[in-house]
């Protein structure tokens, strides 16, 4: 019978190497917290419990990653790793399996931990890496026989400790009471004066207890964020690991590397992105849709055969047929497009339904709206629909014309068939089928001659 699985998560760390206001494990890779990366990948692992050492101060923490069934653990001072798994231990079931991973490493697979659980758990286990430039993390020092006798911190280490390129990813397992009976010897004899987590493994060297390191095979997945420096880098690697699976599942990226995904993108058959487009939160792209240079979309659902011309900015919204936005176009929250539509350029659509075939081609702001079927929007219409206190809804039925420059004050309707004369203020309903508008009178004065320089 396998032991309950226990994962302690550290978060307490002030990061003081970012030089944020922000608690480190709150510094976004991917558009979210590291926190909640490590998160994601603990529960992949189906555990019995999950237990995050945070620090009080900081319940930024807690209400940012706030997940069902975490048991979450104060460490109100930062005495090191060690000290910080302490904390986290009075809620650990004796039976268990414990497994501590570091909230600073986001992009961290279930698959990896998996592999180092799947194996028999005898004494303490770390999971190391190799890595070219160790600068930075804890080297492993191992006998002659390939047991680890200790684990040397960098500040710590000697000159020739420091050339060992197997470093400690942070990430161990061990029943229970192996851990516990480690944990109790530590010291804080150090350059740092804390308590190291890495410290157990010589302790439980010179106990007799048996000591194994199982090596990564991909190191940069186990990459920490200590600094901007290795949040940029982990971000490039979460956008090349992102963009990679969106090419295996056939999306042609012009330039992955002008490609920035913070979220989740689901994709049909043949989708095109060109460069320097920012993809937020859930989106999903049908068959063959099209997204041109420079987009933002954030949670948005494009239909098969939409496109998105340069430089549109896209929040919340839905294509539900192939229709054509941009370029420069902002659509916001609560717009529906259905097939056939057009924003063009410089328009703004808000929380309005865009009927089949129906477009706004230029310079126009449409907000709060049902737009029925084959309407025409002239340049330049604007629906008034906020009256400096309430939002009011304008309705434009099927096979309307607005000719440019009108104004629609809402709350408004326009029936079905209507034309709207040009440079119009419509502020009552206009009637079906008939031409409305609202215009005074063109006058030419003759004779008028231009007033002169004095
Ligand atoms: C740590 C390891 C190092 C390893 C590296 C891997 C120690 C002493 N060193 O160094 O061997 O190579 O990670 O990335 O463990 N934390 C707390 N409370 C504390 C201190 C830290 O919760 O009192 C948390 C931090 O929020 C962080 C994690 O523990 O999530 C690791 O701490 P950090 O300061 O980043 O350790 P490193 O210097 O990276
Ligand atoms: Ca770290």
């Known amino acids: ?43 992949r692992l189906d555990p019995a419990g999950i237990h995050v050492v945070f620090n009080p101060a900081a319940p930024e923490v807690c209400e940012a990653c706030q997940r069902p069934a975490i048991t979450w653990a104060e460490q109100t001072e930062q005495l090191g790793t060690g000290h910080a798994v302490q904390q986290a231990m009075p809620g650990v079931p004796a039976d268990a399996e414990v497994l501590v991973l570091y909230g600073d490493i986001p992009l961290l697979e279930a698959r990896v931990l998996k592999k180092l659980l799947d194996a ?26 390939g047991a680890i006798t200790g684990i040397v911190e960098e500040r710590d280490a000697s000159e020739v400790q420091k050339t060992i390129t197997e470093v400690n990813s942070g990430i161990i397992l061990a029943a229970r009471p192996v851990l516990m009976s480690c944990l109790e010897d530590l010291g804080s004899e150090n350059s740092q004066s804390e308590y190291y987590l890495t410290d157990v493994f010589s302790i439980a060297h010179a106990k007799g207890i048996q000591t194994t390191g199982v090596t990564a095979p991909v190191a940069a997945d ?10 940029a880098a982990l971000e490039r690697r979460y956008r090349m690991k992102k963009s990679t699976e969106l090419m295996r599942a056939g999306v042609q990226l012009v330039d992955p590397g ?9 994709v049909g058959s043949d989708v095109y ?24 979309l954030k ?25 054509d936005i941009g370029p420069f176009a902002r659509v916001r929250p609560g717009t529906v497009l259905e097939a056939g539509s057009k924003v063009g350029n410089f328009v703004e659509v808000k929380n309005t339904s865009l009927g089949k075939n129906s477009k706004a081609s230029h310079l126009s702001y449409l907000g709060d709206s049902s737009i029925g079927e084959r ?63 609202s215009r005074s009178e063109q006058v030419t004065i003759p004779g008028w001659k231009r007033p002169v320089k004095k």
Do not use: W
């Open 375 to 437: 309407v025409n929007i002239g340049a330049g219409t604007i629906t008034c629909n906020y009256d400096g206190v309430n939002k009011h809804r304008t309705v434009i039925e099927d096979d309307v014309f607005i000719g440019s420059d009108t104004q629609l004050v809402a709350p408004v309707t326009v029936g079905k068939g209507a034309d709207i004369g040009a440079g119009s203020t419509v502020t009552r309903d206009a009637p079906a089928g008939e031409l409305t508008l």
């Open 258 to 266: 002008r490609f920035d995904i913070r979220g989740e993108v689901k």
């Open 222 to 231: 186990l990459a920490g964020a200590n600094d901007r420096i290795q949040l």
């Open 299 to 323: 949670n948005c659902q494009l239909a098969a055969g939409t496109r998105v011309h340069a430089y549109s900015v896209l929040e919340g919204m839905r294509s539900l047929g192939a229709c």
């Open 1 to 43: 019978m396998r032991k309950p699985l226990h994962i302690i998560i550290l978060a307490a760390g002030a990061g003081t190497r970012m030089k944020s206001r922000l608690p480190k494990v709150l510094q976004t890779v991917g558009g979210s917290p590291l926190l909640a990366h490590v998160l994601d990948t603990a529960s």
């Open 273 to 296: 992105i060109d460069i320097n487009v920012i993809l937020e939160g859930d989106i999903s792209l049908g068959d063959g849709v099209r997204i041109g240079p420079g987009c933002v």
């Open 120 to 145: 028999r758990t005898v004494g303490l286990k770390v999971l190391t890496m190799n890595l070219p430039d160790p600068t930075g993390y804890g080297r492993i020092l191992r006998d002659e026989g």
